[in-house]
Structure formats: C-alpha cells, structure tokens
C-alpha cells in the first residue's frame, strides 16, 4: 500500500514524518511518501508531489489549526480527489470548522481526531493496520511523540489557545496580529475594542470561571451590548446560595470622588461624566442582588497598567502618559495575552488581588 502524506509549516511536517515512520514500522507493505524526505536534491518537486499522489492508494492529511487554509493542502487533497483517491484528514488540533476552508473534498472526508477517545482503533482501521498487542503500544507511543513535537513547537501556554485563535479568526484585528515571543501573544491593535469585549464574554459565558476587570469607566461593558452576559451573572447569584456558583466575576471601577479623576483624561468633566454614567448603568443592572454587588469594587490610585483575566489568560496592557501625566486613549492599542502560570501572570494576579482588597465596595 503507497500512502501519501500532505503536510505544510514546521509542526505539521514533523507529524508527517513520524507518521511515515510508524506506518511503515507496522506494516513492511506500507510505502509512506513525505516529500520533505523522498524529494532528493535537484528533483522537480511539483512533479514528483503529482506523480506520488497517482501511484498512492491513500492520502493522509496533517491539519493543525496553522495549516487550516494552507494552499498545499488544499491542492493536494483536491488533486487526490480528483483522481478518485482516499484521503483521510488527520485532526492534530480540534476545530469544528475544520473543513470550512474547502467545500470539496474535505466535506466528503471522514476524519480521524489524534485527540479522540478512539484514536488509536480508528488509525488502525483507516490504514488496514493488524490490531496486535504490539501494533497498539508503537501508535500509543506515536500519540506520546505527537504530544512532546507539540508542546515543543507551543508559541503560547495551551490556556491562551482558544482565545488567541477566536482572536485570530475574528476579522477585526489586523493581519500582522498577532506575534509571539517568550509564550506571549502580543497584538498590535485592538485593546479596548468592542470586537475584543465581545470575544471575551462570549468567551466566558456559560462556560467560563474566571472574569476579572481592572477597568476605569468600563463604558463598553456596560454600553447595553452585553445583556445577556448581566443576566446570566443576575441568575448565578440569585439562585446560588454559595455566592455566585462557581464563577468568579470582579470589576474595578475608578472611585469618581478621587483626585486621580483630575489626571484621568485631559477632558475631566466628559471623564467624569462618562464615568459617573457608567456606575449609574452597572448600579441598575446590580439592582437588589446582593451577591452581584460584591462583584463591583472602586479603587483611588493610579492605574499604571490594565488587566484583564479571562479564566486562565491574562489581557494585559500599559497606559501612555503625556508630559502631564495624562494617559492616552487606550482604545484600539497594543496588548498581549499570557498565561497565568508564567511569572507574569502571577505578577498580574497578585497584583489584582491586592488592588481588589484595597478597594471598596460600589454598591
């Protein structure tokens, strides 16, 4: 049997390999083809891809969430297709959208989910493979070499993954976003957005844990968009009778009485007028709740960074002062997203909570 093995970028390469490895260490009639390795120097390559793709009789697909739109990809399994050939789309990476980049063949294609509880039967029966005692432990050691490959390739902590990919495929934020260096993602645009604020409680309703807010006037959160978001907050502390049942929302307000009003915006009566608007909003939505009352909390200092928690990320960004000590307008600026197992992110997290213990109640 000649199989044909499509990858593209580093990560989805070095699956390939170890594919083509354990194919053929369990099956001596298994011919695995991986032109990073069966291309040899000086040979056409779009050549040798077209003629290896006739001859197979199965073409397996290495998709990762970076691969998803790769046009490697998506000629290969087209052509493969085209030529009545089997292909079968390996998932490294979970995503519901998977096939969403291409409407044939993925859409026709069964795939097999290197994450799913049936992995290690559904290669076997893909690629006609012996269910031996032996057989078993050489894919459950692949499964383990998969897992190191992509931990050691991981640009950012795998608890910031699901929200730097919703950024990602949200249209809002530039192509150049996000970069990454030393496990943080870092944007250059879009802090303080609607998009972002968005993302974020879509992120944490109904499922999150964490949501934590180091804010000033909080104007988006409580621009009226986020309805929803106050109800389900309403339900969870009315009828929990452990606090809020098992979620943990805290949002700083900047005391409207302090000095610091004065410095907050070169505009101190819009500011202050913007911000006693805002507590009036949040003071509606509170209403009689006593639990979600606690939630809100006002500090007098000034606020030389921003944080933000969304379960087990941290948002963070810095103000800009001018010569007066004014902050710039943050809103559309840079911001990076790290987890907070890093150094920082402790940083971040106890520098919240001590912020928090400081400030005093709203409502």
Known sequence: MKIFISWSKQMSMEFAIKIKQLLESIDPNIKAFVSEMDIGGGEDVQSKIIENINQCDKLVICFTKETKRSPWLLFEAGYARGCRKKVIPLLFDFDSNWHSWI??????????????????????????????????????QFHQEILEIKEKNRVVDVECEDLIERLLNDGSFSMQNPYFRERSAF????????????????????????????????MKLFSGNYNNFFRYLDEKAFDSKLGM????????????????????????????????????????????????????????????EIIIRLDNCILYSRPVFDSNGVP??????GFEIFSIKTDKGKECINKFEVIWNNAKEMF
């Open 103 to 140: 409407d044939n063949p993925m859409n026709i294609a069964r795939e097999i989910r290197f994450h799913g509880p049936n992995f290690v039967s559904e290669f076997m029966k893909s690629f006609d493979v012996q269910d031996t005692p032996q057989n078993r432990q050489k894919i459950t």
């Open 187 to 218: 944007f250059l645009t879009g802090f303080e957005s609607f998009e972002l604020y968005k993302i974020i409680i879509d992120s944490f309703l109904y499922t999150g844990k964490y949501l934590w807010i180091y804010g000033r006037k909080n």
């Open 328 to 333: 710039q307008l943050l809103t559309n600026t």
């Open 245 to 304: 049942d098992g979620i943990d929302f805290r949002c700083l307000f900047l005391d409207p009485t302090s000095d610091e009003v004065k410095r907050a915006h070169k505009q101190q009566e819009i500011f202050l007028s913007e911000l006693n608007s805002s507590i009036f909003r949040a003071q509606s939505v509170v209403g009689k709740n006593t639990e979600l009352k606690k939630c809100f909390r006002s500090y007098s200092h000034r606020r030389e």
